[in-house]
């Protein structure tokens, strides 16, 4: 039982280039979700998928699109990066249900975009 | 305005010494949940402890309790008995009723020392 997997763990991309971050959960959870972190901003969510077959935008989508490929998987697209996105990007999981269900995430992907 | 509110950016404590971690929340919504995470230097993030806003008694797990005053919209992390193992940065994130999605506060850095 893997809990939420992420990959690549560390990206490096140039201006301008594209990328996708994968996400996968085993725990068979209906939402997951994309948050970035910058250091002294905590996290701030980028999007989510409430269940499969929907997504939403969250407090900071702009530069970003989003795939729930299947349950398990989520994955985030940058579609054209820029320096403003290097951070440290953060993959979670969670059952659905009541305010109780805390949510799983995976080890991060650290990106820098020169 | 901010959701969450952790004033503290940094904390010193002793081993073995109680500390207080203060985080503040703002809404309206009469059911919400609360949430503390701790993000050791290795990255990954990891509950700790949970508060619905109807339950009646303060939460606790282990050396990690919640001090919740509803009244004052506080929810206050409490380590007992510090230990070098719990230096780390320390979230508190809110769920509000009909939302899967969590907000995070900006986080406090707490450092043990011997």
């Known amino acids: 039982n893997a809990g939420v997997t992420q990959t690549p763990k560390f990206q490096v991309l140039k201006t301008g280039q594209s990328m996708t971050l994968q996400c996968a959960q085993d725990?068979?959870?209906?939402?997951m979700y994309w948050y970035r972190q910058d250091p002294g901003m905590g996290l701030r969510l980028i999007y989510y998928?409430?269940?499969?077959?929907?997504?939403d935008k969250g407090e900071v989508p702009n530069g970003y699109n989003v795939s729930r490929l299947n349950k398990r998987e989520f994955s985030l697209r940058l579609e054209s990066a820029a320096p403003s996105q290097t951070s440290v990007y953060f993959c979670?999981?969670?059952?659905?249900?009541?305010?109780?269900?805390?949510?799983?995430f995976g080890p991060g992907t650290r990106l820098t975009v020169l | 305005a901010q959701k969450i509110t952790q004033t503290q950016p940094g904390m010193f404590v002793q081993e073995k010494e109680a500390v207080t971690l203060d985080c503040t929340y703002d809404?309206?919504?009469?059911?919400?949940?609360l949430f503390w995470y701790k993000q050791p230097s290795s990255g990954e993030m990891i509950f700790l402890i949970y508060?619905?806003?109807?339950?009646?008694q303060n939460a606790t797990e282990g050396r990690y309790s919640l001090n919740f005053q509803k009244a004052r919209k506080s929810a206050n992390l409490v380590i007992s008995a510090s230990q070098l193992g719990d230096s780390a940065m320390y979230f508190c994130?809110?769920?509000?009723?009909?939302?899967?999605?969590?907000?995070f506060g900006k986080g406090t850095m707490l450092l043990v020392s011997p």
């Open positions: 979670a999981s969670k059952t659905a249900g009541s305010n109780y269900n805390e949510q799983f």
């Open positions: 725990m068979n959870h209906n939402s």
């Open positions: 998928s409430a269940s499969e077959g929907t997504t």
């Open positions: 809404t309206s919504d009469p059911s919400y949940g």
């Open positions: 508060q619905g806003s109807y339950d009646q």
């Open positions: 994130a809110m769920r509000e009723r009909g939302y899967s999605t969590l907000t």
